[in-house]
Structures are given as structure tokens and as C-alpha cells.
């Protein structure tokens, strides 16, 4: 019964390859988020989707790419990874407007050599 | 945009003391104030949030108080436990009227209660 859920949780590549993290949320939840964490834990939001369009894009660069096949799914495609990408990438979820409470999945920890 | 900054970066207290996390933020019209708990290897959860129409809200060993005027918000511990050692994060509305409900966290606050 997982309200929001990732995969992969641990991702380890080499540089300039190709990956996706999937993201599912079981709450009926409008707006979804990307977030990335990096080493000193500092959380910053990546995308912000509503009803499956993408609203808002805080200046990631166009190697990422998320995807929204349905209001439950958020998808993150990066293309040639970097080292710095590296980080644990959480997924979010918050209910219709009045409700601020973001649910987090459990995070990708993703590793680039 | 909103600011948040969060202090200490780090705290250390002995079981059964109290821990006091507090955070300032920068856009008066703010009005929402979670704060979000992690644990090691997972996601950051809500453990608290307070509205800008109330000061103090309270849920048995934790509360949050507010004050508008001088732009800060803390969290408080009481009676601290072993498992109460997290990673905790405040936060404050990204958008001003916005539906979009993002959010800008502090930099977290490594709260590690010793036996």
C-alpha cells in the first residue's frame, strides 16, 4: 500500500550512458515533483507537473526530461550522465489545492562513475 | 521567491533533552510551514506543519511555533528518543497564490540523540 513509489532505488552507471527513474503514486494525487538531493542533503525541487502537464521546469538542464504518461506516473529520463548528477532523486506528490502536504517516495540513489 | 534558512546544522543531545530547530524565511506572505523528518535512506516525511493564522501548534512530544513578525518558525522536541535521530527540514511556500504548491526547504538539520 505504498502512497508513492520509485524504481530503480539504486542506480549505478558510467558517464555519458542513458537512464530512467520511474515514479508511481497511489493517492490520486493532481500534482507530482521532482526533487534532487545532493551530498550535503540539500533538496531542490527539479519539476513541478499538474494533471500530467509539466508546469514548471527550474532550470534543469534539457538532459533531463520527465515524462507523464498519467496523472499516477512521473517518469525521469537523463541523458549523458555526468558526474555531478550524482545524488538521490526523490519523487513527490501533493493533493488538490488546500491540501499543501507533499508525499515523498523513497528515492534513487543514483551513482555516476 | 522564498528564502529559508535553517539552524543549526547540526545538534547533538542527550536522550530524554530537548532539541530546538529554527528557521527564518524571507517572503511575508508565506503561509504555510511544514517540517519534514528523515530517516537514513528515506524519503523526507511531514512529522509537522502550522498556518499563518495560528502561533503554536502542538503533537505530543514535537510542536512548531510562529512568529510572522520576525519571520521564523521553530521546531521542538521534547523528550527526546534515540529514534527521533533524523535529518529535519523546514520549508516555506515557493509560490506566492500559486496552486502549484512548491516548496523551498532549508538546507536540514542532522539531529543525532544519544543514549
Known amino acids: 500500500d505504498t502512497a508513492v513509489s520509485q524504481t530503480p532505488k539504486y542506480l549505478v552507471t558510467q558517464m555519458g550512458n542513458d537512464k530512467s527513474i520511474k515514479c508511481e503514486q497511489n493517492l490520486g494525487h493532481d500534482t507530482m515533483y521532482w526533487y534532487k538531493q545532493d551530498s550535503k542533503k540539500f533538496l531542490k525541487i527539479m519539476f513541478s507537473?499538474?494533471?500530467?502537464?509539466?508546469?514548471i521546469n527550474e532550470t534543469v538542464p534539457n538532459r533531463f526530461s520527465p515524462k507523464s504518461p498519467d496523472k499516477a506516473h512521473l517518469n525521469l529520463h537523463i541523458n549523458s550522465l555526468e558526474l555531478g548528477d550524482s545524488a538521490v532523486y526523490f519523487c513527490a506528490s501533493r493533493g488538490t489545492s488546500g491540501k499543501e502536504t507533499q508525499y515523498f517516495g523513497p528515492g534513487t540513489r543514483l551513482l555516476v562513475l | 521567491g522564498e528564502n529559508v534558512e535553517q539552524h543549526p546544522s547540526t545538534l547533538s543531545v542527550q536522550e530524554g533533552d530537548s532539541a530546538v530547530i529554527k528557521c527564518t524565511y524571507s517572503d511575508s506572505a508565506s503561509n504555510y510551514f511544514p517540517w519534514y523528518k528523515q530517516e537514513l535512506g528515506k524519503g523526507p516525511q511531514l512529522i509537522i506543519d502550522i498556518r499563518s493564522n495560528v502561533g503554536e501548534k502542538k503533537d505530543q512530544r514535537i510542536a512548531v511555533t510562529l512568529n510572522k513578525t520576525a519571520k521564523h518558525f521553530s521546531l521542538h522536541i521534547t523528550e527526546t528518543q534515540p529514534e527521533d535521530s533524523a535529518v529535519y527540514f523546514c520549508a516555506a511556500p515557493f509560490d506566492r497564490g500559486s496552486t502549484l504548491g512548491r516548496l523551498y526547504f532549508g538546507r536540514g538539520t542532522q539531529l543525532t540523540v544519544w543514549p
Open positions: 507537473y499538474n494533471n500530467k502537464e509539466l508546469i
